[in-house]
């Protein structure tokens, strides 16, 4: 299959480009804090205490500061919602770029993981190091406190290795629970483990206020290998007679060719001398500026999503559909959203802590202010929820008027938040492919439209939707068939192009009901033949950009993306639009 290259560009090209020039960056900083520290080890106490430990560790530190810095601000949904609206950032290519924000946050989080190894392998140096290469004539830039201390002492009984270990700890557990086998198997672990990046922030905070490594204050005073005649050094060490004359504060002298000066002393011919001890004091802790920032935007976005969902929602109505869905419609004071974008939903009465994104299935319009969401039941918080709000579980449909005598659990709504559907409205043709229960970020679309279709870029739509048995399509068969009898009304019949495919049958079925006849025609049964498919399209659409939505299994979703990127003889482009739940 031909590769397009502005579409591979247009999709991937972007993505993959920023990872690298990011990967690049990193490795720039490394190097560069690398190459400084190392010219500090020419100074012979630093070279003899410490070795390359030192260099390693600031490096990797200085690579850390900068991740830890960054992997919070994607995962400031408010902030990125307001971004990603319309008339907040014009570009469709910069908006798109915000919808990879998942992406940059695990970019940030995998380099943590790894130079957090880096640098504590380099600290592990650095503690052998101080207690083997115990020095006493700078007792200020010695952590061990005496030769041949134990290097454990300095890793245990320190607040900088006390706190290590347990970052060390922290950093493990969230990273094995993000991965994806854990995640899929149990969301729980996942959820309470990552949760625990504000207890390592805390003691990032505890960690750098150590104060271990140290620099000098007084580097006019005492040049870095300077020769200082103070007492210390006349009782290691003889000195010339042509240096026992009263020495001036600070004087640099060549060194007379006759006399037989010690290598330490001696740098290009010439010798520094100096009359004053070197002084050392513990650096600032930068990383307080790094993350001081992001911390305090991540915290107050809190606070504000706090605040603004701490007021329960009424809901107006729980439907229960087939194959274990259920809908619940509510209604909220001064709640607006645009189509594709989701919410995120807390029942105390379920889960204390526990939170879950739903995508809209309805947003609130000019004319209603009732919004609504579709659930799967699969896991035990579904469950949970799903036995709270109806008043049995084995009911098949129902609708609970809020008027009927029945406390329903308080239920919080945060958000809405943004996500990559809010697009399928902004081109002029878009292919909107959804797998079984997938098809709910498409509903709040298609109920838009049913509003009104004229204010919006999007003049045609192919909306595919896959499911394995037949009855699932009756979760929207209304909402279909009311758009499908508004358009014929407006006598614009091919402003959508519905395609209905059941992959599992045992022979012809249909939706039940005469008024899903309009569906039943466009009931296949199999798989899409997506090859097949993207030709057609293609052809009716020359030389247009069209805007690929999917969500559903990720074989489809691969499928489409490396289509996306195929190139075509019709001059029309495909732009892949990946869901992803910030």
């Known amino acids: 299959m031909a590769v397009s290259w502005r579409s591979w560009l247009a999709n991937e090209g972007s993505k993959h480009l920023f990872l690298f020039l990011w990967l690049s960056l990193n490795v720039w900083l490394f190097w560069k804090t690398f190459l400084l520290y190392y010219r500090g080890l020419q100074y012979y106490y630093l070279h003899q205490m410490l070795g390359l430990g030192l260099c390693v560790s600031r490096a990797s530190a200085s690579v850390l500061n900068l991740n830890c810095c960054l992997v919070l601000l994607p995962m400031c949904r408010v902030l990125l919602a307001f971004l990603r609206g319309s008339q907040k950032v014009a570009s469709r290519k910069t908006r798109r770029l915000i919808d990879k924000s998942k992406t940059f946050h695990v970019t940030c989080g995998v380099t943590i993981c790894i130079f957090s190894v880096l640098h504590v392998a380099a600290h592990l140096v650095n503690a052998l190091n101080f207690s083997e290469n115990y020095n006493e004539d700078f007792l200020a830039i010695n952590a061990a406190h005496y030769r041949g201390e134990d290097p454990r002492k300095l890793l245990f009984a320190t607040v900088p290795g006390l706190t290590g270990v347990f970052m060390v700890l922290v950093l493990f557990l969230m990273c094995t629970a993000s991965t994806y086998a854990i995640r899929i198997s149990n969301y729980d672990i996942f959820w309470y483990t990552h949760n625990l990046f504000f207890v390592f922030y805390m003691l990032l905070m505890l960690h750098v206020s150590g104060g271990v490594l140290k620099y000098q204050t007084n580097l006019e005073e005492h040049p870095p290998g300077c020769f200082n005649p103070n007492k210390t050094l006349r009782e290691n060490m003889t000195v010339p007679k042509a240096f026992q004359e009263p020495f001036p504060n600070h004087t640099t002298e060549p060194f007379p060719e006759d006399l037989s000066v010690p290598e330490p002393f001696v740098q ?94 309805m947003c609130p319009t000019d004319t209603k202010a009732t919004f609504g969401v579709h659930l799967k039941v699969v896991g035990d918080w579904t469950e949970r929820f799903r036995d709270l709000l109806l008043l049995h579980s084995n009911q098949d449909t129902e609708i609970l008027p809020i008027f009927q005598q029945r406390r329903y659990p308080k239920l919080y709504v945060d958000g809405p938040f943004g996500s990559p559907f809010e697009e399928s409205l902004n081109y002029e043709v878009s292919l909107c492919v959804a797998g079984g229960i997938g098809v709910t970020p498409f509903a709040s679309v298609l109920n838009t439209l049913l509003d009104g279709w004229k204010r919006y870029k999007l003049r045609r739509l192919y909306f595919i939707w896959v499911c394995r048995d037949v009855e699932s399509f009756r979760w929207f068969a209304d909402l279909l068939c009311m758009l499908h009898d508004k358009l014929w009304q407006e006598n614009r019949p091919d402003y959508i192009n519905i395609q209905l495919y059941l992959s599992q049958t045992d022979g012809i079925q249909k939706i039940i009901g005469e008024k899903y006849q309009a569906l039943n025609s466009r009931l296949l049964i199999g798989r899409p033949r997506w090859k097949l498919l993207f030709d057609e399209i293609a052809k009716c659409n020359r030389r247009k950009t069209i805007g690929v939505f999917c969500c559903g299994p990720n074989k489809i979703s691969k499928i489409l993306h490396k289509l996306s990127n195929s190139s075509n003889s019709y001059g029309t482009r495909f732009e892949y639009n990946k869901e992803s739940f910030s």
């Open 268 to 361: 290009n011919n010439f010798m520094r001398i100096c009359s004053e001890e070197p002084k050392f004091q513990s650096h600032f802790p930068e990383t307080w500026f790094w993350i001081s920032g992001p911390l305090c935007l991540y915290c107050v976005e809190r606070l504000y999503r706090y605040i603004r969902s701490n007021k329960p929602v009424t809901i107006t109505s729980v439907i229960s559909h087939p194959s274990n869905v259920l809908e619940v419609r509510m209604i909220k004071d001064d709640f607006q959203a645009r189509p594709g974008q989701y919410v995120i939903l807390h029942c105390p009465r379920v889960s204390g802590l526990e939170s879950h994104p739903f995508t809209l299935t």
